[in-house]
């Protein structure tokens, strides 16, 4: 039988392969994981803390660029061993749709394609538009698309002003349904402060907890009276 302490060992095992840029060490981790059954969504948030130390070391230059690309194939090829056994674990019966997108200006993806991993297996239409979004083309594809929620994806610091236009924009729109539409932010670097600049109703730095708020805001645009 595991004991805690081969628990608590495997996951900073993981946390340090991954800030280390172990790759192969790191997926080998991963796969132990999974054949302990480990909960594949605690594997990712430690992949996750893993390429948030790989940002430190960036930011203390002890990495360079390749230092980040790195630690995107090694989170790609954890995703690629876990996404199956998500799918399989986590399904639900919501039927929101949702129009997500990366703000312009900012290419990261890979916690934006979690979270719509996650989402589609609890039953959420993605419509998802990518990287580098305009606000503009936000603002059309929720006047087509006529989603529940809108949800915008940013890491980078200078992101949050291609957020607070695309929200701006978005309330602006003279159909009062789009200007209504629950607006959610995530990334790593958010914060309240952050979303009250942007004007976004709320704001997440996890997929997990996404997919939650994501859940209750679905229901409480589907009571509130029309
Ligand atoms: C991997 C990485 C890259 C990869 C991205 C690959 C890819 N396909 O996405 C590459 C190499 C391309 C890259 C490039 C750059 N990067 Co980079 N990168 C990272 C790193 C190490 C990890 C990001 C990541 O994927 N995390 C894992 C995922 C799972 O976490 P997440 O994105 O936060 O997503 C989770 C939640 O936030 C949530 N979520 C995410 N989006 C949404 C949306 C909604 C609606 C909801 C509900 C939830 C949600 O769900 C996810 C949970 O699974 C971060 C470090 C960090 N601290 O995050 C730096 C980091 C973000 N990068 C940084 C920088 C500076 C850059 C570059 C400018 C470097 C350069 N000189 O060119 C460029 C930017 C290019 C651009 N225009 O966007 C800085 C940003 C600093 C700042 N304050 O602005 C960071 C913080 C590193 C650092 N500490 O300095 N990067």
Known sequence: METISNLNDLRLGL??????????EAVALVKRRLELQHDPIEIVEDCQEGLRQVGERYERQEYYLSGLIMA?????????????????QFTGS????????????????????????????????VHDLGVDVPAMEFLNQARQLRP??????????????????????IRACPDSQIAS??????????????????GADAWVTDAMTGVRLCQ??????QTRPS
């Open 148 to 169: 529940n929620l809108i949800g915008l994806s940013g890491l980078l610091t200078s992101s949050y002003d291609s957020m607070a236009e695309t929200v701006k924009l």
């Open 15 to 24: 946390i340090s392969r991954v800030a280390d840029l172990q790759e192969t």
């Open 216 to 221: 209750n805001l679905l229901q409480n645009s």
């Open 72 to 88: 995107g194939e090694i989170f790609r090829q954890a995703m690629e061993l876990l996404s199956p056994i998500i799918e399989v």
């Open 181 to 198: 539409t629950p607006v959610i932010v995530g990334g790593n670097q958010l914060n309240e402060q952050v979303c009250q600049y942007v």
């Open 94 to 125: 919501a039927s929101g749709v949702i129009l997500l997108g990366t703000v312009e200006g900012d290419i990261h993806d890979i916690g934006k394609n979690n979270l719509s991993l996650l989402l589609t297996c609890y039953g959420f239409t």
